[in-house]
């Protein structure tokens, strides 16, 4: 049997696995007793877009989701493995502009992204200012944060930070524009990392997205800081440890998990700060994608009293 025919074959079985579990299936002793089945005993079904549809119409999608995860990580075979790690280095092996030959669109830059002081000097007419004579403490620190209203999965950067589910194999928001843009060999890296629990982190390749890397984290539903805290913790240590020097970030948790806007926003600033602060050279760039205008007006007054207001200077 030729290569790709046994990755269509595993890929199926996997299929049928999934099926089943929407359709019949409660727990996860259940999905290890079928996926140790004879594969005889298991249907065939066709395609993974009526499966997908299957699970949507069976309001399952998170079990489908656990389902594939699972079964991919457990049947896809060498040769499925190796794709997606060829793939990988070839993405990696890259330079941005060769990379930028085969994008769609033209990427932003962070060159192209203001710091903190350089967005409040040109807007803090607007803003407003707590003293009037504002020093920044810490100037340094300042300069390698941003705030930036736009589509996280256009920046060309070293590695972006992805709001994912427990499955890592994909949803809504912006976890699915990120594996739409990245194409179908980051689910299959996705799916051999086991899942992710509720503040880890865990890094795979950006494939053909402008970015190297996609570090995903899974945040908490409702307001639960300490766990909110370790997404950006863990998703930054990810970051030193494979030299990712620039990174963005989305609002984690503030969409349909529901945690409230402005406090999500101090737990995402105060936690950067205090990395920065014990790591000072390991990160140049730490960018907040936002998507809402009133996430903007949020950061621009947060950040505006996280380095202005400890001046030295008194109005």
């Avoid at 359709?23 to 259940?30: D, T």
């Avoid at 656990?66 to 997606?84: E, G, H, N, P, Y």
């Avoid at 707590?130 to 944060?145: C, F, M």
């Avoid at 007006?297 to 207001?309: A, M, N, P």
Wanted: proline content about 4%; hydrophobic content about 35%; aromatic content about 8%.
């Amino acid at each position: 049997m030729s290569s790709s025919n046994k990755i269509k074959t595993h890929r199926h079985k996997s299929i049928i696995y999934c099926l089943l579990l929407v359709l019949q299936l409660r727990n996860v002793a259940e999905i290890t007793a079928l996926a140790a089945a004879p594969t005889n005993q298991k249907p065939a079904y066709q395609t993974y877009e009526v499966l997908t549809s299957t699970a949507h119409s069976c309001h399952k999608r998170d079990i489908f989701n656990t389902a594939l995860r699972i079964c991919l990580s457990t049947q896809v075979d060498k040769s499925t493995k190796m794709t997606f790690e060829t793939e990988k280095q070839k993405y990696l092996s890259m330079s941005s502009a060769e990379k930028r030959k085969l994008l769609k669109f033209t990427p932003t830059t962070v060159s192209e992204i203001l710091t903190w002081p350089e967005f409040w000097n040109k807007n803090k007419s607007r803003i407003g200012v707590t003293s009037e004579e504002v020093e920044i403490v810490d100037k340094s620190l300042a300069n390698k944060i941003s705030i930036w209203e736009g589509d996280i999965t256009k920046l060309d950067i070293d590695a972006i930070v992805n709001a994912a589910n427990s499955s890592l194999m994909g949803g809504g928001g912006v976890d699915g524009a990120i594996h739409r843009g990245a194409g179908g060999y980051l689910k299959q890296e996705c799916a051999t990392l086991g899942g992710c629990d509720v503040g880890e982190a865990k890094i795979t390749g950006a494939y053909m997205l402008p970015a190297k890397y996609v570090i995903h984290t899974v945040g908490p539903q409702g307001e639960k800081p300490e766990k909110l805290q370790r997404c950006y913790e863990n998703s930054l240590n990810v970051a030193k440890q494979n030299g990712v020097r620039t990174i963005a970030f989305p609002c984690i948790s503030t969409g349909i998990y529901g945690y409230p806007q402005k406090p999500a926003a101090r737990v995402a600033l105060s936690t950067v700060k205090k990395f920065l602060l014990a790591n000072p050279d390991s990160i140049d760039r730490v960018i907040f994608c936002l998507f809402l205008k009133s996430d903007q007006e949020i950061y621009e007054d947060l950040l505006q009293k996280q380095f202005y207001d400890d001046c030295s200077c008194q109005p």
